[in-house]
């Protein structure tokens, strides 16, 4: 063999060895072949042999010397530190590092690292054990080593020595020469199957090239190379393998098998120690958890060759797609000894000059084949000649050079070199798959590529697993068999042809091995020649291997089989090509002779005679059978199961809309700013399909009946079908119209939000640079317009997105949405009440086993199609096998007719579906029956068929049996007039000119529906669907997806639990059993045979006749009952019949449609497609799974996992998009970003789901709910109430005239005060007497707690002058809010401002937040810069765009849902806007409003209510007002000149009204919303202004100017709640009371009028508040102090007896008092309930003392004013917190009823019992001990304390 070994042969011959262990190999299922040259050879010497062939200890030697041949330099060792370690095998620390010792330790290995041996010279039995940093280790050639050193210590742990001088003193090595790394660092330690860390194979330090030079020719060895005892099994041993299995195509990527090895073989690893159970080889780009990841191919330049330490073995350049198909590969020329020599090989061979094939002349005519060449490795001759009747392929050469770039994943992150797959080892694959394809099968590269790789994996196993240790992600390949192959030696040339010699002897001639040319040009000639001498008749593949002029192995593949060559020929072919050709055969006339040769049926006549003669016989009967229908004219029964169903909207596909705009919202909520939602009003939507007639017109109808285009208010605009089409648009050359009217709408309306769905989106996704039809998709839908539109949205919807999940596609993975699966349950979320019958059922039917499965192949089909080939080798097989079917169905039609002799010209499967046909009508009353599905994908062919078909059906008489209908994309639908009129009555249709328009309309409609078009286009399929023939669908394609779609066409929906009534046994998703024959139909799947039945006896479909009509001879034209289960067909070997009276009450039992429409259809497939479809590949999932997901994107690598079967789609997706890129046609292949991993577009989302699943349903409903939303977001709920306190007296006078602009200071003096409350949030409190007002004579109902949920709201629309919370994040107030980007955050200042207040006792020192862009609006000090005050501007100075009073809003509790937003509300004027917060709230307030000024209050007014904050506003606001007067006077201004207003504003207010008036007529117009500042600018301009004290809104009410008795008056003088203009000047000695928590502006509007300030309402202005349910002032809530938890506490319990043992609560004092009051005040007031004209007399205060009781308020200051009240009784009295302003005298005015109720409230006991005494209550008033009552307060809390009284 011209190689020497380290031993001598056997004494068995050589042939018998290589022969029997080659067939053993073949028959074994081990991926790799079997080392079978390790058995010819024994063993070597019995000395200890390294991998390199030589001795251990003259490995030793060696290395022990110096490299030249001078004496060794002594060497002295540094002297140890102090204390340490000495001993030999322990480092200085004290530690063990003898690999003895440390065998089973769990040792950490730093990543990068390795674990390798160091020997000391003074113990030379022991190995220390070290961590060396693998960049200073050379690799297996002894290349690629760094200089230096960097190790750690594996004993103590000691990390970081950069010089084997230092780590050789710290382990203690005790030197005698200069240490050096190359001479005492030795071996590489590994672990081995048990864990254990043992001695590995040597380093070589010196190359490999000098270990050859010394030791002679040696094989590479693999991975499992070094000692002797670790190498596992010896070479010598074998292994036979048990079984033999043959292997399909479907199944083909592991054509040997699983490797047998024994039971623990050595599995050696370097680093940390994993055991072997644990040891499970992750998928690449799978997680530990087995979750696949976003990780593409990584490459790495590698180490630089010289020192650098910024390189690690972690960096890694970026992604390169172009690994997947490297142009050169280190394969080539070798030496005899087996080791290769990098040679790069081009892509694409140059032609050698001078060397060329002539290809013979009538190749075609001669072989029937046209060959196909696979080149191979070297140069492919020239071929000249015939060379249109030989087709060269590059695939096989593509998968060879992929195989080549496995290793270089490894040598990306500095591993050592591992050796790809030899050329030899290559070849011999490919021989091995070739011989174990079946003689039907066809060559598949994905399998190929997959043998490759695990072969090349389990060769180099051991090396792999080393570097994945420290490099997890490195992808792997699954399903690896869980024990390790015996190391394999290598193939050398010579070995090669023996090989593949007798591994091709093991097929007969299917694979023929031509070995002794003596180039590929000799080898090509000979297999010319052999081909026109018919020696390869029997032959399907040649392999010609040569040695090639540069001694380097040169090979091709010549595809000799008919069947092969045919799908190879076709296959190359794109599918429009395909189209094409064949219809260029169909109208040249070159199917003249097949049409004659299938109308020949040989002994039983030709096929047109017989139709005629039937046609004759059909029309004798039909004229019959009229006559004696119209003698016996009776009216027909009718069938009332008719129902269609795909119109329902069901729960699932309402999830899914919700589940699309999640996903929407969620980038909208996205930092990034891509969608904002918040700024559209309005959802218009474009729907775009594929240019199909059918699918255009089936969205149009689901559209219609949706009820979206309700939801969205464009019903208006679309009353007839017709003008739905304005929203669908299919994407031919007329789409470019409407897609650019989009665009500009788009631009127009920027509220507007757009959203386009391009539906079936799989469809056409070449690039825009083709044709008028090429990539038309790509130039409308990507385009830069639709892209960079900030208000279109595309949703892509498809039912097969491989082809859209690539390394560069467009969608996010974050923006995928997928269907809810069946698989983990996910469907049972929603209650759905259908099961989905798609793919995998189908699949799943065929390996159940009970009963017949629905997907099937008809081998009498194969049989036929593939002798018809034979006879035809020029024709297309998509031609011979469409009239192969249209044979077979026209057949089926004249036996069922009665001519039963022609049954041998059909198959069981095709007869069976048009018995089932034909009966189906003719069981139901009103003719309901079953569709039938040929799908044709030549419209050419389609044509032929239904012409064909049609002709048939008529001549038969059954025209009014079935339609023939041609589904062309192209064109609408065409009935006959009789299956039109059944129709219409089936659907109660009244419009005469209705025709259908989609395939769900013609819902049991018995028919044959030929679906024609390169691929479906979404056409969905009725109910009524029964059978879906797909026998001639090309198979040349073996893509995912045009598998997968055709299979689409019969999924199904089932209702769940649905069972047939009248058969309990049949099963709901099983195939309808009884109607066909189980055993018959088995018979047919699996046998070759054709199988001839008699059509009289057991036919599927016929019944056997009644036994006493055995006798009788049956008529032709009989239907039989298919429907009767099969224990009822009994075979009878008789015929007979029945008379048609008795036959006629069998056919009209029950409906059949209805019976089967819960019953998925039966799919016929061709073989090809079958066996690849229900094969499972090495991780159970189907094969077509693991296909090339489509034509338009190809591997990122051959490198690359099957996928899982535990995947979900979300990991699908994630897998495709790292495995596949996009092919330069691809319209997604330019979508690259320079520097970025990815070019997501913001606005694209992506739904899949099955095909026929209700996608369609689900994205309408979309639109619907994002267009309630939109609707929602730009909505508020509004209080919207009603005035209460409403009295039907009111004068009417007309104080101003209608229409006046501003209040008259004189006009509103003369207008009385309206006491009454009537803002209906205070519905619950108590009324406020007045003469003027009656009360309801049932007075006010008392209102529960819970007012957010009993306050009655309307949802009104925002309008552009709204207030806004933190959630509005618009362009245009982005800078106002403080978070704009492109700005830095605002930097802020805190500020103290200190000012003193006689009611407080002390100064008060509250705080300012000042952002910088805000501290214009204060006044400093120059030196220290301390806060002076706030500016305020003058009274006569006027700003259009300027607001000048100060907006104060007090909140807590609202920092995300407070309305302080008012930039759209002011409409960009400048204004100066204070948020008043509670100082615990300080930070969160300011993160929210970074740009908002903050008045902090005090700490101890963190528990205080509403009250105290207005009181704190007030008084600053004045103290402020004082000193910019002193500022202003220093400039020259007068002090009167200042401005003196605030505004005070509720948090909650969204919104501002203004009503128009007619000035003439005075009649109330329109309410419209207009901004803030024309309010604020409207009121402050008004004149006299400085003379009010409050001016204020009216609250928004719908009803507002409905009320009766209401007075039109612009402007009126009362009550002011929410937003007010306060004069902080004339309400100096007016204060808000600081201790109440509700009810204060009751109190200070009271007190403020009292004091004879004008109050005045500004009626023709309105503010709406906004319901914001969480936050604000009212929520307080009680809780005992003891648990300090929310109880429930009666307020009763607010209070106690002094000095008692109460449960005291954690409430403010205030507070518990104001709530008991609130609550009992009707037991503590009995006079006063319920009698206005006794009302409870309340002094200086006003108290909610509930709604049953009435207050009377009236002040005790001098000059007040109060109402009169001589002729009143008072019910009860009320003295709350009296000054000196209350004496005896002025309470001695007032009269009181006998028994009347006095309260005296004041702060402590002592103060109650002074007031007592001085106001001299006890001369009226009587008094006892125990009616002294206390806040449930603690003594430190300061409860208030009360006394009561009954007047004497």
């Known amino acids: 063999m011209g190689n020497s070994y380290a031993g001598q042969l056997r004494t068995t011959r050589f042939e018998e060895v290589l022969h029997s262990s080659i067939e053993a190999s073949l028959r074994s299922n081990t991926v790799v072949p079997r080392p079978v040259f390790s058995q010819l050879y024994l063993e070597a010497e019995n000395h200890p042999t390294s991998q390199n062939g030589r001795t251990e200890n003259e490995e030793d030697e060696e290395e022990d010397g110096s490299e030249s041949n001078s004496p060794p330099i002594p060497y002295q060792m540094k002297t140890p530190p102090e204390g340490s370690c000495t001993t030999d095998g322990f480092c200085q620390a004290g530690k063990d590092l003898r690999l003895g010792s440390m065998a089973t330790d769990s040792l950490e290995v730093p990543p990068g690292f390795l674990l390798v041996g160091a020997k000391s010279p003074s113990t030379p039995d022991h190995i220390l054990v070290c961590a060396v940093d693998r960049r200073f280790i050379p690799d297996e050639r002894g290349h690629n080593a760094l200089l230096g050193f960097a190790g750690n210590c594996m004993g103590c742990g000691e990390k970081g020595f950069r010089y084997f001088t230092e780590f050789s003193h710290h382990i203690n090595l005790k030197l005698t020469t200069q240490p050096k790394k190359q001479k005492h660092l030795k071996h590489y330690l590994l672990r081995n199957a048990q864990g254990q860390l043992v001695k590995g194979p040597l380093i070589c330090w010196k190359g490999i090239d000098n270990r050859v030079r010394q030791t002679g020719p040696v094989g590479f060895t693999g991975a499992n190379g070094g000692e002797d005892h670790l190498n596992g099994p010896h070479p010598t041993e074998t292994h036979t393998a048990s079984g033999h299995s043959a292997l399909s195509t479907a199944n083909c990527t592991d054509p040997v098998g699983p490797l047998h090895l024994p039971e623990n073989p050595h599995a050696l690893t370097n680093g940390n120690h994993c055991p072997p159970s644990q040891q499970a080889l992750q998928q690449p780009g799978v997680a530990s958890h087995g979750r696949p990841s976003v990780i593409g191919t990584i490459t790495n330049a590698g180490p630089p060759k010289k020192r650098h330490k910024g390189w690690s073995p972690e960096s890694s350049s970026a992604n390169d797609a172009a690994a997947k198909a490297v142009s050169t590969a280190t394969t080539g020329p070798r030496s005899d000894n087996g080791v290769p020599v990098s040679v790069s090989q081009g892509s694409s061979p140059t032609l050698v000059s001078g060397e060329s094939v002539t290809v013979p002349e009538t190749l075609v005519q001669t072989c029937k084949l046209q060959p196909v060449i696979f080149k191979g490795h070297g140069n492919l001759p020239v071929l000249c000649g015939n060379t249109a009747e030989v087709q060269v392929s590059a695939l096989l050469q593509a998968c060879y050079r992929n195989s080549q770039a496995l290793p270089r994943v490894y040598e990306q992150y500095g591993a050592a070199p591992i050796q790809p797959l030899s050329t030899e080892m290559q070849i011999l694959l490919t021989v091995y798959y070739l011989v174990q394809l079946g003689s039907h099968q066809m060559p598949l590269m994905e399998d190929l590529e997959q043998i490759f790789m695990r072969s090349w994996r389990e060769s180099h196993l051991t090396e792999i697993r080393q570097y994945q240790q420290t490099r997890p992600q490195i992808p792997q390949i699954p399903q690896i068999p869980p024990q390790l192959p015996g190391l394999a030696q290598p193939l050398t040339p010579s070995q090669l042809p023996w090989l593949a010699r007798l591994a091709a002897s093991s097929c007969g001639d299917g694979v023929l091995v031509l070995d002794t040319a003596a180039s590929l040009a000799d080898g090509l000639r000979d297999t010319f020649q052999r081909l026109v001498d018919g020696k390869l008749a029997q032959t399907n593949y040649v392999v010609i291997i040569c040695m090639g002029k540069s001694q380097d192995i040169e090979s091709c593949v010549v595809v000799t089989g008919k069947h092969q060559t045919r799908a190879l020929a076709e296959s190359m072919l794109s599918p429009g090509d395909n189209l094409k050709a064949i219809g260029y055969e169909v109208y040249s006339g070159m199917t003249t002779e097949l049409r004659a040769y299938f109308n020949s049926l040989g002994p039983d006549g030709d096929m047109e005679s017989l139709l005629e003669k039937a046609s004759a016989e059909s029309s004798g009967h039909s004229s019959l059978s009229s006559s004696q229908e119209s003698v016996g004219d009776s009216p027909k029964p009718t069938c009332s199961e008719y129902h269609a169903e795909w119109h329902e909207i069901r729960a699932i596909q309402l999830a899914v809309a919700r589940k699309l705009l999640s996903h ?223 044979q077979h169905y026209s057949v089926a039609l004249m036996v069922a007719s009665g001519q039963s002799h022609l049954q041998k010209h059909t198959s069981v499967e095709t007869l069976e579906i048009v018995q089932c046909l034909l009966s189906s009508a003719q069981r139901c009353p009103s003719n309901h029956g079953h569709m039938v599905l040929l799908r044709v994908p030549s419209p050419a062919l389609a044509l032929v068929t239904q012409q064909r078909l049609t002709h048939v059906r008529d001549k038969l008489g059954l025209q009014n049996q079935f339609e023939v209908v041609l589904g062309n994309p192209t064109s609408a639908l065409s009935l006959g007039k009789h299956f039109l009129d059944q129709l219409k009555v089936w659907m109660k249709v009244q419009d005469p000119d209705w025709t259908p328009r989609t395939y769900l309309e013609l819902e049991a409609l018995p028919c044959i529906l030929i679906l024609t078009g390169m691929e479906p286009l979404g056409e969905s399929l009725p109910r009524s669907l029964k059978y879906c023939d797909l026998r001639v669908i090309s198979s040349a394609f073996l893509q995912r997806t045009p598998l997968e779609q055709e299979l689409g066409l019969a999924a199904y929906l089932v209702k769940a639990g649905a069972r047939d009534p009248h058969d309990p046994r049949a099963p709901t998703t099983g195939s309808d059993l009884s109607e066909s024959d189980p055993e018959k139909l088995s018979s047919t799947d699996n046998e070759e045979e054709e199988v001839v039945v008699d059509v009289n006896s057991d036919l599927p479909g016929l019944d056997p006749s009644p036994p006493a009509a055995s006798q009788h001879s049956q008529s032709d034209g009989s239907i039989l009952d298919p429907e009767k289960p099969p224990a009822q067909r009994r075979p009878s070997k008789s015929t007979s019949s029945g008379s048609s009276s008795t036959r006629a009450s069998t056919l009209r039992q029950r409906c059949s449609w209805a019976r089967n429409r819960n019953r998925p259809p039966v799919v016929l497939l061709p073989r090809a497609a079958y066996e690849v479809l229900t094969a499972l590949d090495a991780s159970g999932l189907p094969k077509s799974t693991s296909l090339l997901p489509h034509a338009a994107v190809e591997w990122a690598s051959s490198f690359r996992p099957l996928l899982s079967k535990i995947m979900t789609c979300t990991e699908q997706s994630l897998y495709y998009r790292q495995w596949t890129v996009p092919r330069p046609n691809h319209m997604d292949s330019s979508n690259r970003a320079e520097g970025r991993t990815d070019n997501f577009h913001p606005r694209r989302l992506l739904l899949s789901g099955p095909p026929q699943v209700g996608k369609t349903g689900a994205y309408l409903q979309f639109l619907g709910i994002l267009s309630r939303m939109l609707i929602r977001l730009m909505q508020v709920d509004i209080y919207d109430e009603e005035d209460i306190n409403c009295s039907d007296k009111l004068p009417l006078v007309q104080y101003h005239q209608a229409g006046v602009t501003w209040p008259s200071t004189d006009i509103l003096r003369s207008m009385s005060f309206d006491y009454t409350i009537h803002d209906p949030k205070y519905e619950g409190i108590s009324l406020i007497y007045s003469p003027e007002h009656t009360p309801a004579a049932d007075g006010n109902p008392r209102r529960q707690e819970d007012v957010y949920l009993r306050r009655c709201t309307s949802r009104i629309k925002l309008s552009k002058y709204a207030a806004y919370n933190t959630y509005h994040h618009c362009e245009q107030c982005h800078q106002y809010m403080g978070f704009n980007p492109r700005y830095q955050l605002y930097e802020s200042t805190l500020h103290t401002f200190t000012f003193s207040h006689l009611l407080l006792g002390e100064e008060i020192q509250l705080y300012f937040i000042i952002p910088k862009s805000k501290e214009h609006h204060f006044a400093f000090s120059q030196p220290g810069g301390q806060l002076e005050s706030l500016r305020l501007p003058l009274a006569s100075d006027w700003n259009p765009d300027c607001i000048k009073s100060p907006i104060f809003t007090p909140t807590t509790g609202r920092h995300e849902h407070g309305l302080f937003n008012l930039y759209h509300a002011m409409d960009g004027a400048a204004h100066l806007h204070i948020l008043v917060i509670k100082e615990y709230e300080m930070a969160v307030y300011k993160k929210y409003w970074p740009n908002h000024i903050m008045l902090v209050l005090p700490t101890t007014f963190n528990g205080a209510g509403i009250g105290a904050a207005h009181f704190l506003i007030k008084e600053l606001s004045y103290h402020n007002l004082e000193l910019e007067r002193s500022r202003r006077v220093e400039h020259g201004s007068r002090a009167q000149d200042v401005w003196p207003f605030i505004i005070l504003a509720d948090d909650s207010c969204v919104m501002w009204n203004a009503l128009d008036v007619d000035p003439k007529s005075g009649s109330m117009g329109t309410e419209r919303n207009v901004s803030l500042k024309q309010v604020l600018q409207h009121m402050e301009s008004s004149a006299d202004i400085t003379q009010y004290g409050l001016c204020g809104l009216r609250k928004w009410s719908s009803r507002y100017g409905n009320q009766t008795g209401h007075h039109r008056e612009p402007f009126s003088r009362g009550h002011l709640h929410d937003f007010l203009l306060l004069n902080v000047d004339l309400t100096q000695n007016v204060q808000y009371n600081q201790n109440r928590f509700t009810c204060d502006d009751v109190d200070f509007n009271l007190r403020a009028h009292s004091a004879g300030l004008l109050v005045c309402r500004f009626n023709n202005f309105s503010v709406m508040k906004k319901q914001i349910t969480i936050g604000g002032y009212r929520t307080f809530i009680v809780k005992t102090k003891m648990t300090d938890v929310p109880t429930t506490v009666q307020p009763s319990q607010y209070i106690c007896a002094p000095d008692s043992k109460h449960t005291f609560l954690s409430t403010p004092a205030q507070l518990l008092l104001e709530k008991y009051l609130q609550h009992t005040s009707h037991k503590l007031f009995p006079l006063s309930v319920h009698s206005y004209s006794h009302p409870v007399l309340s002094v200086d205060c006003y108290l909610n003392l509930g709604p049953e009781v009435t207050v009377c308020f009236v002040s005790s200051r001098p000059h007040s004013i109060n109402l009169s009240t001589t002729d009143l009784l008072f019910g009860g009295l009320l003295l709350y917190f009296c000054d000196s302003f209350v004496t005896p005298g002025f309470l001695k005015k007032f009269h009181f009823l006998k028994g009347a109720t006095l309260c005296v409230i004041c702060p402590n006991r002592s103060s109650l019992r002074q007031t007592v005494v001085r106001l001299e209550l006890e001369d009226e008033w009587r008094f006892r001990l125990s009616d002294e009552f206390q806040t449930a307060n603690a003594k430190e809390d300061q409860p208030l304390f009360f006394l009561t009284g009954k007047h004497i």
């Open 664 to 886: 929407v919202c969620a980038i909208a909520d996205s930092s990034t700013q891509n969608l904002d939602l918040g700024s559209f009003d309005k959802v218009e939507f474009l729907i775009c399909v594929p240019p199909s007639e059918v699918t255009f017109q089936q969205i149009i109808l689901h559209l219609w009946n949706s009820g979206v285009l309700h939801e969205l208010g464009l019903d208006q605009e679309c009353l007839s079908l017709k003008q739905v089409e304005q929203y669908v648009v299919k994407l031919d050359q007329d789409a470019v119209e409407k897609i650019d009217s989009l665009i500009q709408k788009s631009k127009m309306n920027p509220y507007t939000l757009y959203v386009l769905v391009h539906d079936h989106a799989h469809w056409d996704l070449s690039s825009g640079g083709g044709g008028s039809r090429e990539g038309l998709v790509d130039s409308l839908l990507n385009c830069r317009q639709i892209r960079d539109a900030p208000n279109i949205l595309t949703l892509h919807v498809t039912s097969f997105p491989f082809a859209l999940q690539t390394q560069y596609t467009r969608v996010s993975p974050y923006n995928e949405i997928h269907w809810p699966s069946t698989f983990n349950n996910d469907v049972d979320l929603y209650n759905e009440k259908t099961k989905y019958f798609g793919i995998s059922e189908l699949l799943d039917s065929t390996h159940t086993g009970a009963g017949l499965p629905l997907l099937r192949f008809d081998s009498s089909f194969e049989n036929m199609a593939a002798a018809v080939e034979d006879r035809f080798p020029k024709l297309h097989s998509a031609v011979i096998r469409t009239h192969i079917l249209v």
